[in-house]
Nanobody, 125 residues
Framework: QLQLVESGGGLVQPGGSLRLSCAAS????????IAWFRQAPGKEREGVSC????????NYADSVKGRFTISRDNAKNTIYLQMNSLKLEDTAVYHC??????????????????WGQGTQVTVSS
């Protein structure tokens, strides 16, 4: 059974940091582009970042550029999202998603096939 499980969310003060993890089971992530999405109450889902299957290509939403870093460890079958300088508006449920790809690129606009259940990130003073 193909599964993605996020972890690492929690409550943090503005300016703080969190590292989210997305662990895959039932399949190897080597052939997949991975993305992180987030959705806040009453707002549309937003593509935050993505990473190509080799990790050689990444993309970020303007709202997180310079603060968030996506990375992957294919040996551990895990994707990470390091979030620094967190802001109140980063509060949301964060989901990772995977799609098999041929090329070594990524985009949050791809049709992602596999999704995790999400992890809550709350930024509050």
């Amino acid at each position: 059974q193909l599964q993605l499980v996020e972890s690492g969310g929690g409550l943090v003060q503005p300016g703080g940091s969190l590292r989210l993890s997305c662990a895959a089971s039932g399949f190897a992530l080597d052939y997949f582009a991975i993305a992180w999405f987030r959705q806040a109450p009453g707002k549309e889902r937003e593509g935050v970042s993505c990473i190509s299957k080799s990790g050689g290509s990444t993309n970020y939403a303007d709202s997180v550029k310079g603060r968030f870093t996506i990375s992957r460890d294919n040996a551990k079958n895990t994707i990470y999202l390091q979030m620094n300088s967190l802001k109140l508006e980063d509060t949301a449920v964060y989901h990772c998603a995977a799609v098999p790809v041929l090329g070594d690129r990524c985009s949050v606009k791809y049709e992602y096939d596999y999704w995790g259940q999400g992890t809550q990130v709350t930024v509050s003073s």
